[in-house]
């Protein structure tokens, strides 16, 4: 507990060591990396600042609980400043830190003897541009979960690599490394996940269902 309580002090002592007032300059996370490899304290807080949401979301995902997504986040990030000088990146910054969070997430899943679950979207609807409904078919709400339920019940694999491509944003070359694939096995996932949903989405509107 004090070590993990060290941590997050030191965690937050680097992202507050920043300069005050600075003109905010969008860098691409390649420049970012290679500042953080010469202890930039600011490029280590942007890659923070850019990433720490949709990777926390991706934890808690995997672990279906918000402190132990956290902490997987924390131990990711002061992992990626205690080897800033060794900082070797394959694929993408992003990919790599994904695959980080990927495999302490699963880590711990197992350390708490927890069940690991599939992993599901919170947003769907702008995934893909879906035929236009009628007024009284499907609103909004029910609409995304909907969507929800289906992709919590595509096969786990194809379900996180639609999402990581289509909710985080990852290239498939990105997604291929961090899930030990192809990237044609990816792109044969991210195909059937769509073709799954988009059948099921003419189903309902076939069938007029409202919710």
Not at 61 to 89: H, N, P, S
């Amino acid at each position: 507990m004090t070590n993990a309580m060290n941590r997050k002090r030191t965690l937050l002592e680097i992202l507050t060591r920043t300069t005050q007032g600075e003109t905010t300059i969008v860098e691409p996370l390649t420049a970012l990396s290679k500042r953080l490899r010469l202890e930039d304290h600011a490029a280590f807080a942007e890659i923070f600042r850019r990433l720490h949401a949709p990777l926390v979301r991706y934890a808690r995902r995997i672990t279906g609980d918000d402190a132990a997504a956290y902490d997987v986040l924390q131990d990711v990030f002061m992992k990626l400043w205690e080897d800033r000088k060794t900082l070797t990146v394959k694929v993408s910054l992003k990919a790599m830190l994904y695959t980080m969070v990927r495999n302490r997430a699963f880590n711990s899943l197992r350390r708490n003897k927890w069940r690991a679950t599939d992993v599901v979207v919170e947003e769907m609807q702008d995934l893909y541009e879906p035929t236009p409904l009628r007024e009284d078919s499907l609103d909004a709400e029910n609409l995304q979960q909907r969507l929800e339920g289906w992709i919590d019940e595509l096969p786990a694999r194809r379900g996180e690599a639609f999402i990581l491509s289509r909710y985080h944003g990852l290239k498939h070359s990105e997604i291929a490394a961090l899930m030990g694939l192809s990237e044609r096995t990816v792109d044969t996932h991210i195909l059937h996940a769509l073709r799954d949903l988009r059948r099921r989405l003419d189903k309902l509107q076939n069938e007029g269902m409202t919710p």
